[in-house]
């Protein structure tokens, strides 16, 4: 029925790389099975598409590692709130599956997020009956993104398919390396900072956001905001699977 080939198109996106599915994918760039196209799009980022040589489909999407962000957190982040979301139970918000690899781009080895695609459009692309159907995906990626101090969240990076299931991408522009990198009291500040810049510039240039946002409700995000206040009680073997291949030691991983 469709709804069980919704759900096999939502897992297939969401799911997990299994452990070799990473090499495998280094291994047929190499060998030229798999070839690296730039997307064109205007962006900070410089991401591209991984693409059957043959058959010219587009299988993932690759975002090397912006030197203007410390300790490859754009790369991190977009793992980061993938395995979050992974750990969340009756979310609306999909967010594609990333996993981090050295890819050679450009002739060097560079720290890379590689990323399912989604087969959907972007929020802004859609008619406007289905960006309202989308007020609560909405409402739940800001309640993640605050999280994350994600400042790149427009109507642009949310992706709806054909079945109506919002998707959010582009979760590398974000600060949640600062509560690992800088002290605390930094990272007081930076949140600071963060909010009145969101609440401040954002909705001006992005009017489908700013609509949405006046029709959003604390209970729209509540399931998502609940979930996350939990996961403070978490152990540290709860976590460590979390954070593994994100940070670098156990000082950090604290």
């Known amino acids: 029925d469709s709804q069980g080939v919704n759900s096999q198109v939502n897992n297939s996106v969401t799911k997990n790389f299994e452990p070799d599915e990473l090499d495998n994918i280094a291994a047929k760039l190499k060998s030229g099975e798999y070839v690296l196209e730039r997307i064109e799009k205007p962006t900070a980022a410089k991401p591209y ?21 410390p300790n490859s957190w754009d790369v ?41 695609v989604v087969r959907g459009s972007d929020l802004e692309a859609n008619p406007l009956g289905v960006q309202y159907t989308v007020k609560q995906p909405v409402a ?48 007081d500040i930076y949140i600071k900072d963060y909010m009145g810049n969101r609440c401040m510039n954002e909705p001006k240039k992005d009017l489908i956001i700013r609509n949405l946002e006046n029709q959003i409700i604390y209970d729209d995000m509540d399931n998502v905001v609940s979930q996350l206040e939990k996961m403070q009680n978490w152990t540290d073997d709860q976590f460590r699977p979390l954070l593994e291949g994100l940070v670098d030691s156990d000082e950090e991983m604290q």
Request: net charge negative.
């Open 140 to 187: 739940e990626d800001k309640a993640l993104s605050t999280l994350m101090l994600s400042h790149d969240r427009h109507s642009g990076n949310i992706l709806v398919d054909e079945a109506g299931n919002a998707f959010a991408i582009d979760h590398g522009y974000n600060g949640i390396g600062v509560a690992v990198d800088e002290p605390v009291a930094n990272a």
């Open 76 to 116: 991190k982040g977009e793992v980061l709130r993938h395995r979050i979301s992974q750990n969340l139970d009756n979310v609306n918000v999909k967010t594609p599956a990333a996993g981090r690899k050295e890819l050679p781009i450009d002739g060097k080895d560079t720290d890379c997020a590689i990323i399912r």
């Open 49 to 69: 598409w991984i693409k059957n040589a043959e058959t010219g489909e587009k299988l993932f999407v690759v975002k090397p590692h912006d030197s203007r962000i």
